[in-house]
């Protein structure tokens, strides 16, 4: 199956080694030579693509959950069209890369009559969620063990729709 871009991905360069190429110059002319190592170069494609603020609608009447959807189906395109990028996601400690979105998905959260501490965890697990998924999906894998396709898309929705009904 051929997925299409997201809106959001159709109006994001992709990457590519000029990007990352700009990227070690943006190291290099803020920080110095010295200071451009992977790492450094890793943190900055890394805080590319997991920086992915959700947007509130405008009425808090208007509800929480489609703007989450919408955040969510974008966010995994963004994650699977930059899937060399998801090792360093889930395996380095860039909390930086992450504020962002989470205060984000939190705000959408409180807008739609969430209370604090609900909004807090549920952020935190719609993005472990979107992540996991986009990692297993890359993987290829079916996680059931069953030996068929796996409609990925069908997956996440259903998944989703599970993480997103338990939220209060």
Same mark, same amino acid.
């Given at each position: 199956m051929v997925r299409q871009p997201s809106i959001n991905a159709q109006h994001r360069t992709p990457l590519s080694t000029e990007r990352i190429i700009e990227?070690?110059?943006?190291? /290099?002319?803020?920080?110095?030579?010295?200071?451009?190592?992977?790492?450094?170069?890793?943190?900055?494609?890394?805080?590319? /693509?997991?920086?992915?603020?959700?947007?509130?609608?405008?009425?808090?009447?208007?509800?929480?959950?489609?703007?989450?959807?919408?955040?969510?189906?974008?966010?995994?395109?963004?994650?699977?069209?930059?899937?060399?990028?998801?090792?360093?996601? /889930?395996?380095?400690?860039?909390?930086?890369?992450?504020?962002?979105? /989470?205060?984000?998905?939190?705000?959408?959260?409180?807008r739609g009559g969430v209370g604090e501490e609900a909004a807090a965890a549920a952020a935190h697990t719609v993005l472990g969620y979107v992540i996991g998924h986009a990692a297993l999906e890359v993987r290829g894998t079916p996680e059931d063990g069953a030996d068929r396709p796996v409609d990925w898309d069908s997956r996440f929705t259903a998944g989703l729709d599970l993480v997103l009904a338990g939220v209060g």
């Amino acid at each position: 199956m051929v997925r299409q871009p997201s809106i959001n991905a159709q109006h994001r360069t992709p990457l590519s080694t000029e990007r990352i190429i700009e990227a070690a110059l943006r190291i /290099v002319d803020g920080q110095g030579l010295a200071r451009l190592t992977m790492r450094r170069l890793g943190d900055a494609l890394v805080t590319h /693509v997991a920086s992915s603020p959700a947007q509130a609608d405008g009425a808090a009447s208007a509800g929480w959950r489609e703007p989450l959807r919408r955040w969510a189906a974008g966010y995994r395109e963004r994650l699977l069209a930059h899937a060399g990028v998801l090792p360093l996601l /889930v395996t380095r400690r860039n909390s930086a890369a992450l504020t962002t979105t /989470v205060r984000s998905l939190q705000e959408v959260l409180r807008r739609g009559g969430v209370g604090e501490e609900a909004a807090a965890a549920a952020a935190h697990t719609v993005l472990g969620y979107v992540i996991g998924h986009a990692a297993l999906e890359v993987r290829g894998t079916p996680e059931d063990g069953a030996d068929r396709p796996v409609d990925w898309d069908s997956r996440f929705t259903a998944g989703l729709d599970l993480v997103l009904a338990g939220v209060g």
